[in-house]
């Protein structure tokens, strides 16, 4: 079975107006086929963009029984998935073992609804400089939605 890899890269803004943007790329590849999604959202941190951003790329996957291989230079997000964060979080009312609660709660929970639709999700954390191309190419549609204040979806 042929393995989906998304690639998620976010940007964010200085202030425009007194207002912040956050701007999420995402390529989804699976053998030869390509998607292209990035949005922009006023107001939101990093960490909450990204969030939004895994939880709309899971969503955009119609096949939820195929191996999916998450790639991100966010260790916020790799930690949580690959140290099991996120599940004790849910099992512990999401408190944090310091019995204080989870930031971007919401943004978690919804990344949970989306996860528990597959079967294998893997999470590769790799360098902001990374040169592979559609990691670079996720930073690019980031920059590009965040500089025209447009989200688009399209193909290569």
Known sequence: MTEINCYISVVKSDAVFDEVYTSCGIVLQSGQHRKTYAKVTPGVSLQVGLL??????????????????????MSYLYHALTKGYLEEWAQQQW?????????????????????????????????GKSQAFNARYSKYLAKQALYTQVPFEGEL
Not at 53 to 67: F, N
Not at 110 to 127: A, G, P, Q, Y
């Open 52 to 73: 939004e951003g895994v939880a709309t790329a899971l969503g955009m996957i119609q096949h939820p029984h195929r191996p999916v291989q998450l790639y991100t230079s």
């Open 95 to 127: 408190l944090t073992k310091q019995n204080k609660p989870v930031k971007n709660q919401k943004e978690w929970r919804d990344l949970r609804h989306e996860l528990k639709r597959f079967d294998d999700v893997r999470c590769r954390l790799i360098s």
